[in-house]
Each structure stands twice: as structure tokens, then as C-alpha cells.
């Protein structure tokens, strides 16, 4: 098995990877998203998650999803993000990383995973910033397809992102700094439908 993780500046453009694979014949259970809190209102003032856990099919249909994957996105508390809106493998790995690792929650997750180190810091710090990350877990043999349909979907390039990142100071993910309040553009953005 192999993981493929891909980062997209809007909840719609994830939205649309994660229904592609799907109708490709990936399972659900083989897919993860974890996206900022702010792809949805309801959630955007929450400032804490009592539970590690606390999902609903109600988020999904508020965000755009519907059957699948995305009908089962809720509210968790990852360490290093705070509350996001969340499903699959990759964030109950991260919920559960934090417990006695270094690096943990998403980080810890996705290099555990077989992701790069660098680019974990930064798919992380762009959720952290309002983006959505995919994580797929495929057969080495359908590792091509996937990684081709989530490309379709504009995802960001994280040694491009890392440099603009770098240009304000950043240089890795720190799961201790304060919580990122994007602007409304911002929100507007992360939340964009089209």
C-alpha cells in the first residue's frame, strides 16, 4: 500500500478530488480529509473540542458532501490544528499520534504514512492556514490513476508553498503556535463553492 496526500486552497477543489476517487473505486475507508474549521460556519467560532472525536453526518451535508466519505466529516481536535472538520484513517491516526510523539497529530500521521517530512510540515501549516488535505491509501498498482485524478483538482505544490511560507519567516510546522484567524477574504476563499 502506498499513501497519496495532496493539499487544495478550497474545500470545493477537495471536495471534487475525494468524489473522483471515489467513483474511481477507491473504498471509503481508504480515504481521510482534514480540513480547517473554517470551510464551515458552524463551526468557525469554535475555539475548543471536549471530545477527540465528536462527528456527524450534519457536517457533510453542510459542507457539500453527500453519500460517501464526506457524509461523515465532523468536529475534532487534532494537536498543532485545534478543532477541524475531519474523517477517515489519517485523522484518527492523528488524534491518536500525539499521544507520546515528538512530532504527532498530522505531522506524525502523514510521515508514519510514508510521506516526506517536509512535506508533512507543510500540508500541515496549510491546513493550519485554511486548506484541505486528502489522503488516500492506494495499491502500489493503482498509485499512478489516483495520484493523476487528484491532480486534476489543482492541488498546491508544497516546495512552491514552503517557499512562500519560508518568505514570512515559517520554517516548520509548530504545533504550539497560537491559532490561525484567517481574514474574511480568507474564509471566503477557504469556503469557495465554485
Sequence with gaps: M?????????????????????????????????ANK????????????????????????????????????????????????????LAATAVGAAAGAATGGVVGALVGA????T??????ESVRRGGTLVSVRVKDEDAGRVQAILDRYTPIDPALRAAEYRKEGWTTFDPNAPPYRPSETEIDRIRRVS
Design 38 to 89: 473554517y470551510v464551515s460556519e458552524k463551526y468557525a467560532d469554535v475555539h475548543e473540542v471536549s471530545a477527540p472525536a465528536a462527528t456527524g453526518a450534519g457536517v457533510g451535508g453542510a459542507l457539500g458532501g453527500g453519500a460517501g466519505l464526506l457524509a461523515g466529516l465532523g468536529l475534532m481536535a487534532i494537536p498543532g490544528l485545534g478543532p477541524v472538520v475531519a474523517v477517515g484513517w
Design 114 to 117: 510514508g510521506d516526506s517530512e
Design 119 to 124: 512535506n508533512a510540515h507543510v500540508y500541515s
Design 2 to 34: 502506498k499513501t497519496i496526500s495532496r493539499v487544495y486552497d478550497t474545500y470545493a477543489q477537495a471536495r471534487d478530488a475525494v468524489t473522483a476517487v471515489e467513483a474511481s473505486g477507491v473504498p471509503t475507508d481508504d480515504l481521510s480529509v482534514v
